[in-house]
Each structure stands twice: as structure tokens, then as C-alpha cells.
């Protein structure tokens, strides 16, 4: 069994930045895909990045302003969010890919 906890969301100004936490539970972290998704309020689940012990995906609109990373050493992944618009207001999930493993989320608000 993977648990999955999300941390750092919060109220931010636009132009701001925060970093999300997924620290995860699991001996084989270091060999984990795992991703970010968001939900904005009334809108589906979107893809927002994934990193695997390999490579390292965002989604295109993302590009430039979000970065994925990990610490193996922590058994956790990074979220680094610059420059936020209130679009990116959403509750941020993280995601073991190929399983049914999801956080909780934290919400992020980018408000002024």
C-alpha cells in the first residue's frame, strides 16, 4: 500500500510562487512515477506534470512557470509554481501513475 499526502497549498497573489510537497510512503520510491494534477472549481481533473526515474513531462500550458521535482532521500516530489494567475486556482492532487493511489490534495488559491 502507497499513502500519498500533499502539503503547501495556500493563499498566494498573483505573480507569486509557492511549492507543493508529496511525500510518499514506500520502500521503492525512488523507482515511483508519479504526477501532479489539479481540479479547478466546476472543471475536470488536469494533467499538470510527471516525473519517473527517467523523464520528466509538463503540460504544455505549464511550461515555464512550474517545475516537478524529487528527493529520494525524502521520499518526496516538489511542485515549484512562479508566477501564478488566478487560473492556476485549484486543489492540487499527486498521483502514483499506473495505480489507483491519489492524495487528498491542498488547495491552492491565487487571489489578489
Known amino acids: 500500500q502507497v499513502q500519498l499526502m500533499e502539503s503547501g497549498g495556500g493563499l498566494v497573489q498573483p505573480g507569486g510562487s509557492l511549492r507543493l510537497s508529496c511525500a510518499a510512503s514506500?520502500?521503492?520510491?525512488?523507482?515511483?512515477?508519479i504526477g501532479w494534477f489539479r481540479q479547478a472549481p466546476g472543471k475536470e481533473r488536469e494533467f499538470v506534470a510527471d516525473?519517473?526515474?527517467?523523464?520528466?513531462n509538463y503540460a504544455d500550458s505549464l511550461k515555464g512557470r512550474f517545475t516537478i521535482s524529487r528527493d529520494s532521500a525524502k521520499n518526496t516530489v516538489y511542485l515549484q509554481m512562479n508566477n501564478l494567475r488566478p487560473e492556476d486556482t485549484a486543489v492540487y492532487y499527486c498521483?502514483?501513475?499506473?495505480?489507483?493511489?491519489w492524495g487528498k490534495g491542498t488547495l491552492v488559491t491565487v487571489s489578489s
Open positions: 516525473i519517473s526515474w527517467s523523464n520528466i
Open positions: 514506500g520502500r521503492t520510491f525512488s523507482s515511483y512515477h
Open positions: 498521483h502514483l501513475l499506473g495505480s489507483s493511489y
